[in-house]
């Protein structure tokens, strides 16, 4: 289950956080590799959209996209981008089953707690279609916290997430590290992982 307290605040800073990724999700290589990494014309879910930047464009590239997010004022934002269908909701409520051709999980589900991660990874592997692509984007490091604004973060390394996956019938690929800033104002190092169903 998601943190109240980190939906109140990008419900509160979801204009904010639209401004930030107006100069940064152009920029992330990673939605490319997302993109070219699903069939054309997929059915594809941004899982824990924010304010839908990523979706729009799997939407310009032409795949079919599905959006979830537990920030009402996010949802409003994704839903105006065309060729996205998105919806309130929280990773607990994908029950989907064999629908998704990739599930872009990018910076979201480092904000549920840890003990709830499998089940969240279960429901996304029961959610691809066999051979499906999942792409996760999380914050290294280990244990939990909160970041300047109070948003809660779960970190992890590769290992971790090496391990989490296959319990989940994910099979992990390519991953990539960086460092990058956010709202929160400090630099801070991430991983990206793919992996298939």
């Known amino acids: 289950m998601t943190d109240e307290r ?16 107006d100069r940064d999700a152009e920029r992330d290589p990673m939605i490319g590799r997302f993109i070219a990494m699903c069939p054309p014309g997929g059915r594809v879910l941004d899982l824990g959209c924010g304010a839908g930047h990523f979706a ?16 009402a004022a996010m949802v409003d934002r994704t839903a105006r981008r065309p060729g996205v269908l998105a919806r309130l ?20 589900l480092l904000h549920a707690r840890r003990r709830d991660l499998p089940d ?8 691809l279609r066999p051979g499906g692509l999942v792409f996760l984007g999380m914050k290294r490091g280990s244990g939990s916290g909160r970041d ?16 989490l996956l296959p319990r989940a019938g994910l099979q992990p690929g390519d991953c990539w590290f960086g460092t990058s800033t956010g709202m929160a104002g400090h630099p801070e190092g991430w991983i990206a992982i793919a992996a298939r169903g």
């Open 120 to 127: 969240h990874l279960g429901r996304i592997a029961a959610a």
């Open 6 to 21: 980190t939906l109140s605040i990008y419900d509160r800073q979801s204009r904010d956080y639209a401004e930030m990724m």
């Open 148 to 163: 300047r604004l109070g948003r809660y973060y779960e970190y992890y390394e590769r290992e971790d997430l090496e391990t």
């Open 56 to 71: 729009g464009r799997m939407a310009a590239a032409g795949l079919r996209v599905d959006a979830l997010d537990a920030s």
């Open 89 to 108: 909701g929280r990773f607990e409520d994908l029950d989907e089953r064999s629908v998704y051709d990739g599930i872009w999980a990018y910076f979201s």
